[in-house]
């Protein structure tokens, strides 16, 4: 329990002086007033002892300098995997220190702020089936994506997500840098002026940086950070939403929209769409517009993969059909045979597959899933 009066003591015991004293207790007042669940982060130094990574690690990460030898510093692993629709996703893994220190301000700082209502990944008690549950029954759906959706989110925007909560803004601004990385001088961002630094800090020169950050795909901040940012999205495609008579979710980058109205229409769809793009191009997303779709009444309607044409969201039949597909081979050849005729690599691997299909079933038909369970057990696995 924070206590001010016991920290001025303790503070008064280390010899700090009562202007730094007194700064500091405002700055945790602030920030207790703004939230009290969130912890208090007086400085880089505070934030070093509280996560337990050390000092200059912090520096480091945050200056995006090698302390030592002042040369630009990546504390990532880089590599990259083919997208199902096409080109590749790149995926950028911190290194143990940065990861341990992601992970603190994960569960102690982004974990007790809440999303928009509208949000449904990333965050507790969330999932696809509450999401798509929002649309069952409707007779249009409009769905749409956003092109690199935690790549578009920019460290300032961070920064103001860090400042929004209370805290100080040079923590703020450290935050931001531990939890984005750091643009390449390559990159074809140096084209675009919203990523280039309009100022440069005077106060703390290394810091100073040419390009702006922006969240890398694989940092275990990012989910929850783009949530956050994205909040003011939501609450503007919420309202456009209710204007059209719609609902609205969104899943990541997955953004969806119903109507339960026959009459609703394409012509009122298109003008959502046209309102949707406005607002995600003023928070600097790019809406892909391959993958924009305008469900009628007429066709089946699928929202994060599950059927929503129902009172609840249902499994595919192509989803039930593989999991129908692999428990007759089963039974029939026997695991051995299955997984060389599938070209599994192992016949555990092919059984952890198999096993994962089944638990995913669970979570949105448990009753169905409970039979082909049965199954799944009585298989001659061997030992």
């Not at 945790?28 to 007033?33: A, G, H, I, K």
Request: net charge positive; aromatic share 10%; proline share 6%.
């Amino acid at each position: 329990m924070w206590s001010s009066h016991r920290y001025r003591l303790e503070a008064r015991e280390k010899l700090l002086s009562e202007q730094v004293i007194q700064a500091a207790i405002s700055q945790s007042e602030r920030l207790l007033t703004a939230d009290p669940a969130l912890p208090p982060i007086l400085s880089l130094n505070h934030l070093s002892v509280r996560c337990g990574i050390p000092y200059s690690d912090l520096r480091e990460f945050v200056s995006r300098r090698s302390i030592d030898k002042n040369e630009p510093s990546m504390p990532y692993q880089n590599f990259s995997i083919r997208k199902r629709s096409g080109g590749r996703r790149f995926i950028h893994v911190p290194n143990r220190q940065l990861m341990a220190v992601q992970r603190w301000i994960n569960s102690h700082i982004l974990q007790d702020v809440k999303p928009h209502s509208a949000s449904h990944a990333f965050s507790r008690k969330s999932s696809i089936k509450k999401c798509a549950q929002v649309h069952c029954g409707s007779a249009w759906l409009v769905k749409l994506d956003i092109s690199d959706f935690f790549e578009s989110v920019s460290e300032i925007q961070v920064f103001r997500a860090f400042h929004s909560m209370g805290y100080a803004p040079l923590v703020a601004f450290e935050l931001a840098r531990i939890c984005t990385i750091r643009t390449p001088t390559h990159s074809p961002r140096q084209h675009f002026k919203q990523w280039l630094v309009k100022k440069a800090n005077n106060t703390i020169y290394a810091y100073n940086d040419r390009y702006l950050g922006y969240l890398p795909q694989g940092a275990p901040t990012s989910p929850l950070l783009a949530n956050l940012v994205m909040r003011q999205c939501d609450k503007e495609l919420s309202e456009i939403a209710a204007k059209f008579g719609m609902k609205y979710t969104r899943y990541s980058d997955d953004l969806t929209f119903s109507s339960h109205d026959p009459d609703h229409g394409r012509d009122a769809c298109r003008k959502l769409i046209f309102e949707a793009y406005s607002v995600l191009s003023r928070a600097g997303y790019r809406p892909n517009a391959r993958k924009s779709t305008i469900v009628p009444p007429s066709a089946r309607k699928l929202v994060l993969g599950l059927t929503v044409d129902g009172a609840e969201p249902g499994l595919t039949k192509e989803f039930k059909d593989r999991i129908r597909q692999h428990l007759y081979f089963l039974e029939k050849l026997g695991p051995v045979d299955h997984a060389f005729n599938r070209k599994f690599d192992s016949i555990w691997g092919m059984k952890a597959h198999i096993k994962g299909l089944i638990d995913f079933a669970k979570m949105i038909e448990p009753k169905y899933a409970a039979l082909c369970r049965e199954r799944f057990q009585k298989i001659d696995w061997p030992v």
